[in-house]
């Protein structure tokens, strides 16, 4: 089997979508990726996480051109974490979905990594909660728990760029 979509979507009667929504949620992660594949994700009820898979996706999700956040060229004397930080930021937005970060209210958690040095390289599986303000840039501040854990486990490579080109640490 092949990891791409085929090339045009079978579609799927109206009155029968509610029957493969619930085959799709009821089968395993390969069963899930085969229909996918031959189904498309026009209906196909994916969570957040099955969704944003890459930045190019995020973009995709929040209607952003990834070629045009890829092309900036930054000034000389801006940090070199910039990129990877817009990057991130668009990552975080588009698995934050609807929910934004509130500073002003202590009531509300905000989830965000805490990286941590372990054999000469930064992991990121340790997550910490605050309630106002931080030191954490609000870009990337997550509703949950478990979007911070998946972003610490899906973006290493634009987490290192960030964390290690940082001046601030």
Known sequence: MTDSPIETPILVPTEREGELITLFQTSTAQQRLFL???????FLPLNITERVTSFEA???????????????????????????????????KALNEAW???????DQLKYSLVPMMQNGSLI?????YITTSTSVPVGLLLAT?????????AFLELLDAYYLESTDL
């Not at 996918?36 to 026009?42: A, K, M, V």
């Not at 952003?64 to 930054?74: A, G, H, Q």
Request: aromatic letters at 8%; charged letters at 15%; a negative charge.
């Open 100 to 106: 934004i970060a509130d500073l002003n209210n202590p």
């Open 36 to 42: 996918l594949q031959l189904f498309g994700t026009e």
């Open 58 to 92: 995020a973009c995709e999700i929040l209607s952003i051109d990834p070629v045009t956040i890829s092309s900036i060229t930054l000034p000389t004397g801006v940090p070199a974490n910039t990129l990877p930080y817009i990057k991130l930021s668009i990552i975080v």
């Open 124 to 128: 990121y599986t340790a997550t910490t």
């Open 145 to 153: 728990d478990e979007l911070a854990k998946y972003l610490g486990f």
